[in-house]
């Protein structure tokens, strides 16, 4: 399995961006997908996922009400809308697939992890 993330950048406080996550080598429709994020110094947190179908959804507490998490079956392609960004939401942020259909939050079920794309809030 193959996760290539993209679309990060800089963005000042305030702002949206959204950052994508091109799977390839499984069936991408049958699996959950997540989002995680590793702030300098700081451990790899969980961000946000998705069950197979998108009708089931999870978010961190610091990312719930600006963040939406959605997928593409078609596209084999997961997204994260950020929004009201926040310098603390700095990070790299990291799309990983588990091996099931469900949408888990703990990074120990993953077992698949893309290569991170940096995202920048400046206040």
């Known amino acids: 399995v193959q996760l290539q993330a993209s679309g990060g950048g800089l963005v000042q406080a305030g702002g949206s961006l959204r950052i994508s996550c091109a799977a390839s080598?499984?069936?991408?429709?049958?699996?959950?997908m997540g989002w995680f994020r590793q702030a300098p110094g700081k451990e790899r947190e969980f961000v946000a996922s998705?069950?197979?179908?998108?009708?089931?959804?999870y978010y961190s507490d610091s990312v719930k009400g600006r963040f939406t998490i959605s997928r593409d079956n078609a596209r084999n392609t997961v997204y994260l809308q950020m929004n009201n960004l926040k310098p603390e939401d700095t990070a790299v942020y990291y799309c990983?697939?588990?091996?099931?259909?469900?949408?888990?939050?703990?990074?120990?079920?993953?077992?698949?992890w893309g290569q991170g794309t940096l995202v920048t809030v400046s206040s």
């Open positions: 998705i069950n197979w179908s998108g009708g089931l959804k």
């Open positions: 080598g499984r069936t991408f429709s049958s699996y959950g």
């Open positions: 990983a697939a588990p091996t099931t259909p469900r949408a888990p939050t703990d990074p120990a079920q993953y077992d698949y």
